[in-house]
């Protein structure tokens, strides 16, 4: 059952019903003002960070859900409505939320009033605008009142909810004509404020929560809004808000269009430490100066188009599967982008107040949205490779504000540093600049202590070579790239916090995911060597590498697939001889991927293992048997309910690392049957199960064990998006960027025939053409109507456009 549909050509999602199984959100911003908005209306947004600086204020838990946000209320003679539905959720004639990229349009009708908002955050200005449409579409004259509401957040969302016996005393507001100022500070900074305003004379207003809504009264039917009036009451202290309220008349058909901004601003330094209540108003007036009037609202939205349209130019497919044409084309980049933009701080499934940027996570996003802002993705990489270790260890997190590793998480996440590699490889196949290598970036954020990236890089590899186990593997830490899989970890008590050493020689537990990765990116890292005519090194490379190759092949294979670890008491985990938890997925995709037993045969068994024991109709589970007890010795992924999450859910992260593996040994049909199960707009048919919007990946789809198999979780902030976009675009379509040029190796499955596509890649054009003939597995390409050998295009420095034909 689908609850909307897809407009490939306007590049929305339209949605026709309000009560959409969860509520279903998009993100605005695109530098640092950012909002998340539902299909109702509801969200919240933030300058910067969603944890220090946020505007106005959300309540994750809320009942109903989502039932806070930027909300306008009618009130057309008594009858109470909003637009967007929420929260007065007064049935409406017509409703319809278009989410687009980086706007959203909802509206509603009511009574013969068509109410419409479009919502969006420009590029470059920090304040979110909203262009509200009202038109009667009546024969007679209406007469009703609009109101606008937001609740403000007192800037620290954490203190915002915990902090009461100091916040509710704190509130500031101000209003000067059609704007209300929040002026609250944030304990000793003074130097910001919000402000929320409309270009129209208003007649009536209030700022204060409990004048407006009333002390026991809800934002279902706000009592001033019942009254049809304003308290125009100025908050001190509580909750302060801003609304404003218009009283509007239309006549037979006419039409009516209102801005309004909600802005952050700051006050210029000198003001900083000045009497609390005073604030430089400059920089908001020009802001609201700037989105005025409907044509310069309109200029705004046509300029975001654009900007999308050049981001996701840079790869784009035509084909006769209009399904994965426009996941690849449209809602997947855009995935990439919202991955770039939130890292996994802020969604209905992250607060905003916990996770900073995760070291692993930022490196795997980068893969999928570096094609698109590759001097961002710098910035990015530059960021990340601060915050590691002298040792090539990393923080695992680092916060966004501060750019400092968070010492409340630590490290110790043994995969981390390789992931280094990955981003970095990514970022210079991309762009080919290879004097990122020689820039020079701090360990730890220690300035002193600055060498090169390419010295951070050997480090990282070091770190594995130096951090092996008894049987050659490498050391897994705290966890790998799962987590959940704390092999190191005794909890002795409840409540009481980990021990983290071992039996008696200390944490010796070792991963065969990591094994897998060293293989894949110690062979990148070689290959880097190389280039830079470090041939020595690229040698010693390949040394540790066939080392590490080989202590898979004797201790990591299990006899139909790969083992996945084993434990600090040396005890296999992921093996036919464990009860549960027999064979795990992430080390048959990465070991695979790095290219592991494929000569051997290994390669195909543990794939074909993986389709018999992990496959589902709604995609690979991460494991089976699910653990059906908690194990000391395995940790967290224990303690979850047998098929949610790294306990047998379909973590939909790993599923690409199967499709790419199985491109690696040539079978595309299942290559794209693993992709398309996961797939969006495939899954989009079953919206009610899944439930999560059909227009994204989520994190997690309960597996076969738990009791609502199907039901997605976790949507947007997943490192899925970065991966399929890989998995797809530069495995299955084939079109991937190597050191010397572009690779064209399209697998594909019998089901896409012919394919074309324009990708742009380092400042050139490429035309690319699959066609398939009869021959078999022959493939010519001809650049420019010469045949080339290999599959990798020479790129020519200067050269503007390739034309690529290739016969499969
Ligand atoms: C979650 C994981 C997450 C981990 C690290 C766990 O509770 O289940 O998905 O990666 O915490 O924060
Ligand atoms: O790999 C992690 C990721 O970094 C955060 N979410 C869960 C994944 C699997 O544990």
Known sequence: MKFGYFDDQEKEYIINTPDTPLPWINYLGSENFFSLISNTGGGYSFYKDAKLLRLTRYRYNNVPLDSNGHYYYINDNGTIWNPGWQPSQTPLDSYECRHGLGYTRYSGTKNGINASVTAFVPLQDPCEVHKVSLENITDSPKDFTLYSYVEFCLWNAMDDMTNFQRNLSTGEVEVEDSVIYHKTEYRERRNHYAYYGVNAEINGFDTDRNTFVGTYGSNQEPVMVGKNSSGNSMASGWSPIGSHRLSIHLEPGEKKELIFVLGYAENPDEKKWSAPNVINKEPSRSILEKYKTTAQVDEAILALKKYWEQLLSNYSVSMSDHKTARMVNIWNQYQCMVTFNMSRSASYYESGTGRGMGFRDSCQDLLGFVHMIPERARE????????????????????????????????????????????????????????????????????????????????????????????????????????????????????????????????????????????????????????????????????????????????????NWFLRAYDAFGVKVGSGECEEGKIFIEPQGFCVMGGIGIEEGLAKQALDSVEEHLDTPYGIVILQPAYSTYHKNLGEITSYPPGYKENAGIFCH???????????????????????????????????????????????????????????????????????????????????????????????????????????????????????????DTKAILVDGIKIEGNEIPYEEGKKEYHVTIML
């Open 654 to 776: 790993n599923n690409p690392w199967i499709t790419i593996a199985e491109t690696m040994i040539g079978r595309g049909n299942r290559a794209f049957e693993v992709y398309r199960r996961t797939c969006p707009a495939y899954t989009e048919e079953i919206s009610e199960l899944h439930k999560t919007e059909p227009y994204v990946y989520s994190q997690m789809i309960a597996g076969k064990d738990a009791k609502n198999m199907g039901e997605a979780k976790n949507s947007w902030l997943t490192g899925t998006a970065a991966w399929t976009f890989v998995s797809i675009s530069q495995y299955i379509l084939g079109i991937r960027p190597g050191f010397h040029g572009l690779i064209v190796d399209p697998c594909l499955p019998d089901s896409i025939g012919e394919f074309s596509a324009v990708r742009k890649f380092r400042g050139a054009d490429y035309h690319i053409q699959v066609n398939k003939g009869l021959d078999g």
């Open 380 to 559: 990015r990489i530059i960021d990340i490779a601060s915050t590691q270790f002298e040792d090539g260890g990393a923080y695992h997190q680092y916060q966004p504000l501060t750019k400092k590793g968070n010492l409340d998480i630590g490290s110790g996440f043994n995969d981390d540093p390789l992931w280094l590699i990955a981003g970095v490889s990514a970022y210079i196949r991309e762009t080919g600049d290879w004097d990122i290598l020689k820039e020079s970036v701090p360990f730890d954020n220690d300035e002193t202590k600055s060498q090169s990236l390419m010295e951070h890089l050997r480090r990282s590899l070091g770190f594995t070579k130096t951090h092996l186990g008894p049987h050659g593997l490498p050391l897994i830490g705290r966890a790998d790239w799962n987590d959940c899989l704390n092999l190191n970890c005794f909890s002795t008590e409840p409540g009481e916090s980990f021990q983290t050493t071992g039996p008696s020689e200390g944490p010796v537990a070792e991963s065969v995911m990591i094994a897998g990765m060293f293989v894949k990116y110690g062979k990148e890292y070689a290959t880097i060597c190389r280039m830079l005519g470090l041939d020595q090194e690229a040698l010693e490379t390949e040394a540790s590498v066939k080392e590490v190759y080989e202590a898979v092949i004797k201790s990591g294979w299990d006899g």
